[in-house]
């Protein structure tokens, strides 16, 4: 139901606006005074204020003023009553962001063609914010979905291929078993073709057991030269847009002359995104200090040596050994996975390089490791 204020300390300018509101559908509540009515629209915003010019304590043009500094206050559509010879008042009242006004005796027809259009504009963008909201949140949420499946793109493509491959494997072992066991049964030799299966499938199990242990290794993936602050750029937006770093003094220092790494673009992508993304986390819960993040980056004898900082808690020393360790999580349970590092520290070694935990200079944690680079 829409409902409208009206603001008057005559109750009987009140009860006439009532009775004509009323019975057209819409929710009248009152207020005697100024302050009265700021409580209620704080408590409550209503769809609309009829606002009586000449009040004791604060007046008319003064709550209109105090309206629209509160916050949401500018949206609601506010009819200032005057009386007749208050022309000054007026223009007051519109300078303090009266959206219309109507003169007293207020005509009945007047009042509800005025109220009707306004609580219909206001009704629409209500709508129109509502929308703007959900989709915004919405937007958030997925591009959320999208990082975190990105993330585990390595984990997740290898686990699923070698799962496929693994159940199609225990199909032929469970055939070339069970022949097996006939053969001995009849106590005869298995046959050739049987023990063949065997071997077979067990060296396909040790090809996928490596192929897990190497987890987002890059070995056959097409390496390119790209220019690693586009690069950083990308993956700095892309936390941005989703609201990771909101508050984040977020920035990358890099040799003037610029660093072309020599890598597959998706991997190193996937490398600084992972560290940024715990790095974002370590400092959302910082307060007592500015919340840093930086990537600092110079290269030496064919290596880009990169550091990604942060301003956050730091691990401690109990914890420093154990944060590349598959599953290793302090994150809440739908929140962290445990597999961050490991897919970065594979994807590190699989480029011939190293990838270490420290404090950074910020106080908080430091990972540091290199790439190759011309
Ligand atoms: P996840 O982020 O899903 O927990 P990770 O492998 O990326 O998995 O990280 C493992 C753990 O290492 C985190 O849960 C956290 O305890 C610790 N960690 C990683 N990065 C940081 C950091 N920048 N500051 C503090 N702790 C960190």
Known sequence: MTTVLVVDDEPVNCDLLDAMLSPEGYEVRSASSGEEALAQIAAAPPDLVLLDLAMPGIDGVEACRRIRAMPGGELIPVVVVTAHGERESRIRAKAAGADDFLAKPVDDAELLARVKNLTRVKALHDLRARRHEALTRELA???EQLLRAERLATVGTLASAVGHELNNLDASLALALRGIEQAVMRAEAPSEEDLAAMQHGLRAVRAH?????????????RVEVFDLADLLREVLGTLRSI?????????????EEGVAIVAARVRVSQVFLNLLLNAADAVAAVTDRPKVLRVRVRVTDGRARCAVDDSGPGITDALIERVFEPWFTTKPVGQGTGLGLLVVRHIVEGYGGTVIATRAPEGGASFQFDLPAI
């Not at 057991?209 to 993936?221: D, I, N, V």
Request: glycine letters at 14%; zero cysteines.
């Open 141 to 143: 949420e997925r591009s």
């Open 209 to 221: 057991a490596t192929q897990l242990l190497s987890l987002g290794r890059p070995g056959a993936e």
């Open 243 to 255: 609201g990771r770093l909101r508050g984040v003094d977020a920035e990358f220092s890099l040799p």
